[in-house]
DNA sequence: GGCTGCGTTCTATTATTTAGAACGCCGTAT
DNA sequence: ATACGGCGTTCTAAATAATAGAACGCAGCC
């Protein structure tokens, strides 16, 4: 199945995750290839644009493509631009880190964050990725996926930690108890030190787009500060969502609440 | 030379640039292939985890993917995020557009930006690019690099309006005299229209990582005005400079200024 | 001065991708 | 109700394109 092309996407992926540039046989020992496989291949990419040989040592590093790339990619939903504001407001009302993520799948992929000032702070990286139905932003984005749930749901998800969720039918529940509150929680089901509080933020046309929230250590983010936060998260949320033309946020939250299947989109 | 890693790659990007799914013989179309070619190469591509199958409809879309390996690109220069609150101060000292561009071979491509509240103001997008002899970041970027330009610049370049400079020894000159000032002028060299004024960004190596400006109407930014914001420009770039743990920007900048070819670096 | 590591080049062998037609599906127009 | 046209998908023989492995040139190092 086209394994030229899996073999160049891997090593531009290998390239990409490197803290540097890398040289031939490094690479070959890395992907199990022959040097003249890696070299044809990186020449390959070199023509693409992906790659180039750093400068006098016989290295190759990733130019900026990828970034171009991407950049295309978000540029039709330019939601983390819209959404910098009201994350710095949140990051300064709960002092934690704030997140934007957007669903991928089975996962979530951090699309935008404010680091929190404190000394003690939840880890993440912008790019990153996390599994979606144990961290809150993803239990908010996939609680209102239509259907009540993504489809093709296993009936089993992996565990992280004692607290994790794994059961498709509780995760329904929890995803049904989501939409009734109108924000998700994260009680360390990813990283048991780590707890999390999320909303769901819906685009002009009322469809769920991404899921902004805040998480920091447990032990400051207990049940009862994490309930108190999360009327400013939902706000900042629906706020953002106003920002993207949705207008009828509360009600369009409400539908799916209500147990509404498919509820009518509107913005 | 692996044309199967070309094709995939293209599609990539063709994929990415499109505003929404496509459908495989649209695909087919674009790309001058057969539709079972492309429908293997799109196959192989969803396996990779870059694409995906439209719900429903026999389309396909880009993953977030792409944006997941950018930014791990990026991590390693965290340059965008360390210079938000700098170009935000920026942006309101000069109510005018603020742009960090980083160096892609000839050309420079926008990282991050701050958009003029001001009616009237430069486009630009996240991601694109501009020809780098042509605009004020790019000059910036170009002037210092080692030897006093970069390597491989053409005895000529491409004209894009009256006033751009297509001579590689008249750009010389540019480039001597953005280094004796400390920062780059752009007078409608790129559009006709759109003036701009850029200071480099070093890191803590002292090397020249990033250019830092700002651009707008020729109306408003004439050479007075130009030159009355270089100081708040210049100290943007220094301060960020100084926030990637640079500690001699002056120091190093008046170094490439009296004609030193590769000045001691220091951070 | 020879050795070891690197990136690069070369070529016959081989597995891979390719083109093109046929298939099944669905909505539309007849 | 039915035939049509367009779509994504599948299949298979034919041939192109990628592969492995050794040889080469060039460093720096012992």
New interface residues.
């Given amino acids: 199945?086209?394994s030229?092309?899996?073999?160049?996407?891997?090593m531009?992926?290998v390239l990409?995750?490197s803290?540097?540039p890398r040289g031939i046989s490094d690479l070959a020992g890395e992907l199990q290839l022959t040097k003249s496989n890696v070299h044809?291949?990186l020449?390959?990419?070199v023509?693409?644009g992906?790659v180039?040989p750093s400068?006098g040592t016989g290295t190759y590093e990733?130019?900026?493509?990828?970034?171009?790339?991407?950049?295309?990619?978000?540029?039709?939903l330019d939601v983390p631009?819209a959404a910098d504001s009201y994350m710095h407001a949140l990051a300064s009302e709960t002092n934690e880190t704030v997140h934007l993520a957007?669903l991928?799948?089975l996962e979530v992929?951090y699309?935008h964050k404010i680091e929190s000032q404190q000394p003690v702070r939840a880890y993440s990286?912008?790019?990153?990725?996390a599994p979606a139905h144990c961290v809150a932003t993803g239990k908010a984005l996939l609680a209102y996926q239509d259907g009540g749930g993504p489809?093709g749901l296993p009936d089993r998800l992996p565990r992280h930690t004692g607290r994790t969720i794994t059961g498709r039918d509780e995760l329904l529940g929890e995803f049904a108890s989501v939409r009734r509150q109108g924000y998700a929680i994260n009680r360390g089901e990813w990283r048991e030190s780590v707890c999390g509080l999320a909303a769901i933020v819906l685009d002009a046309a009322g469809r769920p787009t991404a899921a902004i929230g805040i998480s920091g250590p447990a032990e400051r983010l207990r049940v009862t500060a994490l309930r108190r936060y999360a009327p400013v998260v939902v706000d900042a949320a629906r706020s953002l969502s106003e920002r993207l033309g949705c207008t009828r946020y509360d009600q369009v939250v409400r539908e799916y609440a209500g147990g509404a299947k498919k509820p009518n989109k509107g913005g």
């Fill in positions: 199945m086209d030229t092309l899996i073999k160049g996407l891997t531009l992926e990409a995750k803290p540097g044809r291949t020449q390959t990419l023509a693409a992906y180039r400068e990733c130019t900026l493509k990828l970034f171009e790339l991407a950049s295309s990619v978000m540029s039709r631009s957007m991928d799948g992929i699309v990286a912008i790019g990153g990725r489809t």
